[in-house]
């Protein structure tokens, strides 16, 4: 009860004072809460899900997720959404192997190859949404079917024979700081780095303003059709280097190792408070969002729950979650 | 004297799905080694009618402003109960039939009720009971398997009078009494009145929420015919996530070059046929012409990327540039 009250204020509050939605939102509160609320249940499965092994393990997992939702939060605050996540992934990892195959330069230029792969099918996607005026949902569709095809042709319909490179290893798997993953820090710095874009540039600014109404955006004098590409382009860059991580982690690169990752990323995201609509959200909420869906899908195969299960027990928890803090208002 | 002009404006993106369509089957069975013959025809249809379901399906929501992701999950699912329930004796493939049927009917209402009564948006909602109703049909068929009464299969997949292919008899006949009549009625109209304004809807005591509740739940039922006919085709069920995901896919973008609109109030699931059947032929057109298989998908995503892109030819008409922004 108190808490329904506590977050109205907070609602009240958050109007004027833009800079504590982020730490007051209900929805993220919400999300924390189930997190919690998870790992106390896992505990009462098996002791070691409250050990620091344990959570420091699935913080790894979680982070590879948490590169690629960034990049989907930034499409979705735009009020757009990215569906070539897929084959983004796919073909960063992919292409960032293949590079690997070219000698010193290549082993070099692997992973920043990689990323501009996802680079150039966000700049397709963020041609056709901005320029061309097509629905993000259509013209991503089709650049990932593109991106397949020719990930496809490249790989001769085989699983490619490349294999990641040290540095991709070291990232996903390494350790710089004892006992702390790579890629956890990695996660951490791009984090980092989109919450400065988004609260203190003028830049996330523009994408809070087009998500909430483009045409006013415009009028203010905003380009707002660059800005959408460049969302989309560091989407896509964002969903390439989390492939690249995930090659490293696995040390080569898959055909389908992007498909596990789209709707968990538009999941995460959502459940994390930041409206489908655009406009709303904070980054605070996609982590928790991350941290949450990674911890239902861990407690769940731990407790060897069959992929049946898993996916029912996902798919009702998700619903559940959103009727209790994502519904629209009402009153129209 | 100008309702031609009215009939045209209106029906503009079926008639374009029609003409695409009619030009790559041209181009398909010209080119096709054994031409023009009734094999031929069957074949392709069999293939289409599969996906025109599902773009069916998907053209209801989609005309509500809605969009079910799920629809791919349902057709999955159906399918694979399908493998357990239609078989035996004629009254036996009867009830399995109805539970089928039933089945994508509930699915429907369920994502109708999630969305309208719980107010959820339609992508995230459709997404998570597309993750439930895949995680029933791994419990059905953990592995590919099962059976169907193959005299009903062999009936509705075949030839009638040996030239008109079963399947697209069948495809008429749910047209004419799942979509034509809730097209007509006043629920079909408020669906799209609520696709095209839900606040003028509203506003004006259209039911919207029956109209769109009706809309999601024929869809998980024209899903659910997909999935009866896949088992038709095949004899077997099988919980395939990436066919499930591609169906849902493909339906979004047979629906698109049929001149749906995905914002919703316009288009019919005529041309959402019609533009399944041209995906689906363009996708063959690659084997005519003797490709490597291996260029099959780049092809047909570039065909996709193409066809999209058309959309954009609308801002030549732009005259004022805050028309860009829907």
């Known amino acids: 009860m108190s808490e329904t009250t506590l977050g109205g204020i907070m609602g009240g509050i958050a109007g004027r004072m833009p800079k504590f939605i982020r730490r007051a939102d209900p929805a993220v509160l919400t999300a924390f809460a189930c997190i919690v609320i998870l790992l106390l249940l896992g505990s009462l499965y098996s002791r070691s899900f409250l050990s620091p092994e344990y959570l420091l393990q699935q913080l790894k997992v979680a982070s590879f997720l948490g590169v690629i939702a960034t990049g989907m939060m930034l499409v979705i605050l735009l009020g757009q959404i990215d569906l070539s996540v897929p084959w983004s992934v796919a073909a960063g990892a992919m292409m960032a192997c293949a590079a ?55 790989t001769g319909g085989f699983s490619p024979q490349d294999v990641a490179t040290a540095a991709m290893r070291y990232l996903a798997t390494g350790f710089t700081i004892p006992g702390v993953p790579n890629a956890v820090i990695i996660w951490a710095l791009i984090g980092a780095a989109m919450v400065f874009a988004l609260t203190r540039t003028s830049f996330g600014r523009a994408v809070y303003g087009i998500g909430n109404r483009e045409r006013a955006a415009y009028l203010s004098g905003i380009d707002t059709r660059r800005i959408v590409m460049v969302a989309f382009a560091v989407s896509g860059g964002l969903s390439a280097f989390g492939g690249v991580l995930l090659a490293g982690y696995a040390s080569k690169a898959a055909q389908s190792m992007g498909d596990a990752y789209l709707l968990p990323s538009i999941a995460a995201v959502v459940l994390g408070g930041t409206s ?21 899908q861990s407690i769940l195969s731990v407790m060897q729950m069959p992929e049946a299960g898993r996916q029912i027990i996902y798919g009702v928890v998700m619903v559940a979650m959103l009727l209790l803090y994502g519904r629209a208002p009402a009153s129209r | 004297m100008k309702d031609w002009r009215y009939w045209l404006a209106e029906e503009r993106g079926t008639l374009l799905a029609f ?12 080119n096709h080694p054994a031409g023009f013959t009734a094999n031929v025809v069957q074949t392709a249809a069999n293939k289409g009618v599969l996906l025109a379901f599902v773009a069916m399906a998907q053209t209801l929501v989609v005309i509500t402003a809605g969009i079910d992701l799920s629809v791919g999950m349902i057709f999955t699912l159906t399918n694979c109960m399908a493998s357990w329930l239609v078989v035996g004796t004629g009254l036996e493939t009867t009830f399995g039939v109805l539970a089928v049927l039933g089945t994508g009917l509930i699915c429907g209402a369920v994502n109708g009720a999630i969305v309208i009564y719980g107010r959820l948006q339609p992508i995230v909602a459709t997404i998570a009971t597309g993750a439930v109703f895949f995680g029933l049909a791994l419990l059905l068929r953990p592995v590919p398997g099962g059976s169907v009464n193959e005299d009903l299969a062999d009936f509705l997949t075949g030839r009638f009078f040996g030239v008109v292919p079963a399947s697209l008899v069948a495809l008429l006949v749910i047209v004419l009494i799942v979509w034509v009549p809730f097209s007509r009625s006043e629920l079909g109209r408020a669906a799209y009145a609520a696709g095209s304004s839900e606040t003028a809807a509203y506003m004006s005591g259209v039911p919207i929420r029956r109209g769109k509740f009706l809309a999601y739940t024929l869809a998980g039922l024209l899903a659910a015919i997909g999935g009866l006919f896949l088992t038709f085709f095949t004899y077997t069920g099988e919980a395939a996530y990436a066919s499930g995901n591609a169906y849902t896919l493909f339906s979004i973008a047979a629906v698109v070059l049929g001149g749906v609109s995905l914002f919703g109030g316009k288009g019919s699931a005529i041309g959402a046929i019609f533009g399944a059947l041209a995906f689906r032929t363009i996708g063959d057109l690659l084997f005519v012409f003797d490709f490597d298989p291996l260029w099959q998908p780049l092809f047909q995503g570039v065909i996709l990327l193409i066809a999209v892109s058309l959309g954009a030819f609308a801002l030549f008409r732009v005259r004022n540039r805050l028309e860009w922004f829907l």
């Open chain 1, 100 to 154: 690997a195959a070219y000698g010193p330069v290549g082993i070099a230029l692997a992973i920043p190859f990689g990323v501009l792969c996802g680079v150039a099918i966000g700049i397709v996607n963020g041609i056709g949404v901005a320029y061309l005026r097509i629905p993000s949902m259509i013209i991503t569709l089709a650049t990932n079917a593109v991106a397949q095809g020719l990930m496809v042709v490249y």
């Open chain 1, 276 to 296: 489908i609509l655009g406009g709303r959200g904070s980054y605070l909420g996609t982590v928790a969002g991350v941290i949450l869906i990674t911890l239902l």
């Open chain 2, 19 to 30: 003409g695409i369509f009619i030009v790559m089957f041209a181009i398909y069975s010209a």
